[in-house]
């Protein structure tokens, strides 16, 4: 059987092979060059644990407009530490970043070596993800 050779297929084949490589190049540019516009507020939080406190409430404050919910949390607490939140996740919307609009309840072990330590409060939009340190203070008395 013989072959017949027909360039206009290859070329065709081709062009389309570019364009899909042109899409998928401007798509990967324009999701490259998005920047958040929202951001999650340093307010430099500190909180003391003593014998008779061993939680306490971290603010989330947001400056900016999201479309997406925001979930918060927090890490690197002390080895048992946990946390529940309120308020989260933060339904799409804006802020001015003065209103606390979710709170991170945060519990320690009775047990937790005296202290400083520095946990991060994060927030996720599922693209963009920030963080801001918060600092826990573990004494024997707080003074309260």
């Not at 206009?8 to 490259?32: D, E, H, I, Q």
């Not at 606390?100 to 599922?126: C, E, F, K, Q």
């Amino acid at each position: 059987m013989r072959r017949i050779f027909v360039p206009f297929r290859k070329t065709w084949l081709f062009s389309m092979l570019l364009a899909a490589v042109l899409v998928v190049g401007v798509a990967t540019t324009v999701y490259a060059q998005t920047t958040p516009t929202w951001q999650l507020m340093n307010y430099h939080q500190s909180s003391c644990f003593d014998t008779n406190v061993h939680d306490t409430y971290y603010g989330i404050w947001i400056k900016g407009t999201w479309s997406h919910q925001i979930n918060v949390g927090i890490t690197h607490l002390p080895t048992g530490g946990a946390y529940t939140t309120d308020y989260a996740p933060i339904a799409p919307g804006s802020s001015d970043g003065v209103g606390s609009l979710a709170y991170v309840h945060t519990t320690i072990p009775t047990n937790t070596p005296l202290g400083n330590y520095t946990a991060r409060l994060w927030a996720n939009d599922g693209t963009t993800r920030e963080t801001v340190p918060v600092t826990l203070v573990v004494k024997t008395s707080c003074g309260y």
